[in-house]
């Protein structure tokens, strides 16, 4: 409708005209034609009210009513009935226009009102969808929470019940093994009873680093060097799995407020993952950045990238899911521990996998500015 603005006056121009010159030159002998040029009026200042509302119903009548008053006054001058009766026409057009161009110009403001309306309803609308993601989340963090809270207390009674039989039995069969030789079976008995009381050990270490809190006094801590540290403690481990492992950004002297152990942990539950995750070898690829752009403009990015099997679209929302594994002998606790760490240090972590060709671990965290 906007791109005919510029044509609606000249075209009501052209109607006025249009229908005066009817009128002047169609002899006064044909009344019944007169009486339907002196109708026509009706529509330009019809059009005019709709269009324009209360003042362009009103100036087109005016100038219908400036138009056809001359033929009323020189050509019908001597006839007062049909003068009056022609009168009272040009009357009728400014009620017409006025009339019109008053509920037009009231219909106009009342779509503008329910159009605010609608907008207003529309923003209320997406801020309700806002607050309801929202409080999913917050939902979603409080069962986290809660399944937090039980394994504490699992973890408590894990580490008073289990840590000691442990401690003994593997002591104790760390002697026994001694009475007896390589290639003896129950020298393998052992050696696979000692191993499943590591492995039964590690579970236990993972409930209780995943209920310990994270501790109040942090220091000065070198991303690179705990970097390195992972590196070094791993790389038997990944020469074995016939995995490179290469470890860049090492002239980025990035620092943050923490605790290098827990940031250690952080890092080695991630490497372990992408190590486990490239059964038949591939390269590992650790690199150290600084955000330059959005949000996260001025912190240290610490991205882990692996060419492994990747993880599939129905695991990835359960990947920080406590007890979620798909190893057959994973704790499901390693990405809980590590997000929990990092979350701590007020950074964020990102996994980005494809089946088939890997996963990136992107690891995000405030930067220590240097005086």
Not at 185 to 193: A, G, N, S, W
Not at 211 to 221: N, V
Not at 326 to 332: E, R, S
């Amino acid at each position: 409708m906007k791109t005919s603005f510029p044509i609606r006056i000249p075209l009501l121009a052209l109607f006025i005209v249009a229908i005066s010159l009817l009128h002047y030159f169609t002899p006064l002998h044909l009344h019944y034609l007169h009486d339907i040029f002196q109708r026509l009026y009706y529509l330009p200042v019809i059009l005019a009210a709709i269009w324009y509302g209360l003042r362009g119903g009103l100036i087109c009548s005016l100038v219908v009513s400036f138009v056809y008053a001359p033929h009323i006054l020189f050509q019908w001058g001597g006839h007062l009935t049909l003068e009056l009766e022609k009168y009272l026409e040009i009357v009728l057009y400014n009620v017409v226009g006025g009339v019109t161009g008053l509920l037009a110009q009231r219909e106009r403001e009342r779509s503008i009102e329910l159009q605010k309306t609608a907008d207003g309803l529309e923003l209320s609308y997406k801020k309700l969808q806002a607050q309801a993601e929202q409080i999913i989340t917050i939902e979603e963090n409080l069962r986290r929470a809660e399944k937090l809270s039980t394994l504490g207390e699992m973890a408590a009674v894990l580490a008073h019940e289990i840590r000691n039989p442990l401690a003994s039995i593997r002591g104790t069969a760390e002697i026994l093994k001694d009475d007896y030789r390589p290639g003896d079976p129950k020298y393998e008995f052992i050696d696979i009873q000692i191993r499943e009381t590591e492995r039964l050990n590690r579970v236990v270490e993972d409930f209780l680093r995943m209920a310990r809190p994270l501790p109040t006094i942090m220091e000065r801590c070198s991303i690179q060097g705990e970097l390195n540290t992972v590196a070094l403690l791993v790389a038997n481990d990944a020469r074995e799995r016939r995995v490179a492992l290469v470890v860049e950004g090492a002239a980025i002297d990035a620092a943050v407020k923490g605790d290098g152990e827990k940031l250690r942990q952080a890092f080695l539950n991630i490497v372990i993952n992408s190590l486990q995750a490239m059964p038949d070898g591939g390269t590992l690829t650790i690199m150290t950045s600084v955000c330059q752009v959005g949000e996260a403009a001025g912190q240290c990015e610490i991205t882990f990238r692996d060419n492994g099997k990747g993880i599939d679209a129905e695991s990835m929302p359960k990947i920080y899911d406590s007890f979620y594994t798909t190893k057959p002998d994973g704790t499901g606790l390693g990405l809980a521990i590590t997000k929990k760490i990092v979350e701590g240090h007020g950074g964020t972590v990102q996994i980005e996998s494809t089946i088939g060709m890997g996963t990136s671990v992107c690891v995000r965290l405030p930067m220590l500015q240097t005086e």
